[in-house]
C-alpha cells in the first residue's frame, strides 16, 4: 500500500530509501526541496493546466492572475526536477491549452477564476474573464508551448513533442472552429544523451489504412522506397523484414474515467510507454502532481519504483483504494 506523509516539512535532504514509494503531502514547489540530488530516473507528470480547477489550497498552481505568472511556477518546479533528475533522466509533461476570454471548460477551454479566497468557508470569489495580456479575445493562448519554450530557455533539452490524440473528446459548442482533439506530451532531458528504450515500446508494422504487415505488402509487390520492385520480384529472402516499427509521436489513446476521482486522469496506456521508455526496472519514477496515483501505480505493476508529491489530502484516499486493488494483481 502506498505511503502517505502527512506533513510539509519533511528533513533536508532525505536518502533516497526515504523517498521510494512514498507520496509527500505538500506543495511540491516546497517539498522537492528536500530530496536528494539525482535520485530520481524519470519523471511523468501533468500539472494543474491554467484556470481550469480548484483544489481548495491556498497558492495553487493553476490559479495564477496572468498565464506569464503559471508559466514561472512550473519553471520553479521543474527546476527542482532538474536538480533530483539523473543525468540520463528524462521528463514526460503532459499540459492542455485554453483560449483568450472564453467561458466554457470543455475540450480544453478553460474558466479563469480569480483566486480571492474567503478562509473560513474556502470559497471562491468573483469570477474575472480570462483574458490574456497581448491576446485577443478566442485567441489560442497557447499554454503547453510557453512552458516548453520557458523550460529550453531554463536549461532542458526539449526533445519532441508527442500528440495524444483522442479519439473520444469532449463535445464542444464552439461552431467556428474544429473540436479539440488532442493534448501534447513534451519529451525532455537534462543531457543530449539519455536512457530511452525504443525497442521497449515498439508497435506493429502495420499500415493504418489496410492493417497490412510491411513484409506483407512487399511479398504483395508494393514499390519499395527508392521505387524499386516489390519484394515478390526480386525474392523475399533478398531483404530483411521487420514486424515491429519504432514507435510513432501521434499516440491515439481514448481517455479513460477513473471511479471515484472529479477531475481527468491518466490513460494508463498513455503513460505505460513513458515509463517503459524512461526507466529500467527497479528505477524510481516521480510525479509532482500525483493526483489519483495513476503514476505510481502504473510504475510498480511495470516492477518500477515511485515518489511523488501531492498538494490535496483529498486525493490520497484514491490512491490508497488504488494501490490496494493492485495488490491483487501483483
Not at 501533468?46 to 511556477?73: A, F, H, M, T
Not at 495580456?133 to 510557453?146: C, N, Q, S, T, Y
Not at 479519439?167 to 461552431?175: D, I, L
Not at 486522469?265 to 505505460?272: G, N, W
Request: hydrophobic share 35%.
Amino acid at each position: 500500500m502506498i505511503a502517505i506523509i502527512k506533513n510539509n516539512k519533511i528533513p533536508l535532504r532525505k536518502k533516497v530509501k526515504e523517498i521510494t514509494n512514498k507520496v509527500f503531502l505538500g506543495d511540491s514547489r516546497e517539498v522537492l526541496k528536500e530530496f536528494p540530488d539525482k535520485c530520481v530516473d524519470t519523471c511523468i507528470t501533468s500539472p494543474p493546466y491554467w484556470g481550469l480547477r480548484d483544489y481548495k489550497v491556498d497558492n495553487q498552481i493553476g490559479l495564477e492572475e496572468e498565464v506569464s505568472d503559471y508559466i514561472e511556477q512550473l519553471v520553479d518546479v521543474f527546476g527542482e526536477v532538474h536538480r533530483i533528475l539523473k543525468d540520463d533522466g528524462t521528463v514526460w509533461l503532459n499540459l492542455g491549452d485554453s483560449y483568450s476570454g472564453s467561458t466554457g471548460k470543455s475540450g480544453g477551454v478553460s474558466k479563469i477564476q480569480s483566486v480571492k479566497r474567503q478562509v473560513d468557508t474556502g470559497s471562491i470569489g468573483s469570477l474575472r474573464p480570462a483574458k490574456v495580456a497581448g491576446l485577443k479575445r478566442k485567441d489560442l493562448i497557447g499554454v503547453p508551448w510557453r512552458a516548453a519554450f520557458a523550460l529550453q530557455k531554463y536549461g532542458w533539452y526539449l526533445r519532441q513533442d508527442i500528440i495524444w490524440h483522442k479519439p473520444n473528446p469532449t463535445p464542444e459548442p464552439a461552431n467556428d472552429r474544429c473540436v479539440k482533439s488532442h493534448e501534447y506530451i513534451f519529451l525532455l532531458s537534462k543531457n543530449p544523451q539519455y536512457y530511452f528504450d525504443a525497442d521497449s515500446i515498439k508497435e506493429p508494422a502495420v499500415t493504418p489504412n489496410t492493417g497490412t504487415s510491411w513484409k506483407q505488402r512487399k511479398l504483395d509487390g508494393e514499390p519499395m522506397r527508392h521505387g524499386l520492385q516489390g519484394a515478390a520480384a526480386v525474392g523475399a529472402g533478398n531483404f530483411k523484414t521487420y514486424e515491429k516499427r519504432n514507435k510513432r509521436s501521434v499516440w491515439t489513446v481514448p481517455t479513460k474515467p477513473y471511479k471515484g476521482a472529479h477531475f481527468a486522469t491518466f490513460p494508463p496506456e498513455l503513460i505505460t510507454p513513458c515509463i517503459k521508455a524512461g526507466s529500467r526496472e527497479g528505477c524510481i519514477v516521480l510525479d509532482p502532481f500525483m493526483g489519483s496515483g495513476t503514476i505510481a501505480e502504473y510504475s510498480k505493476r511495470l516492477g518500477r519504483l515511485y515518489t511523488g508529491v501531492e498538494l490535496s489530502e483529498e486525493y490520497h484516499a484514491l490512491i490508497k483504494q488504488r494501490t490496494s486493488q493492485m495488490e491483487m494483481f501483483i
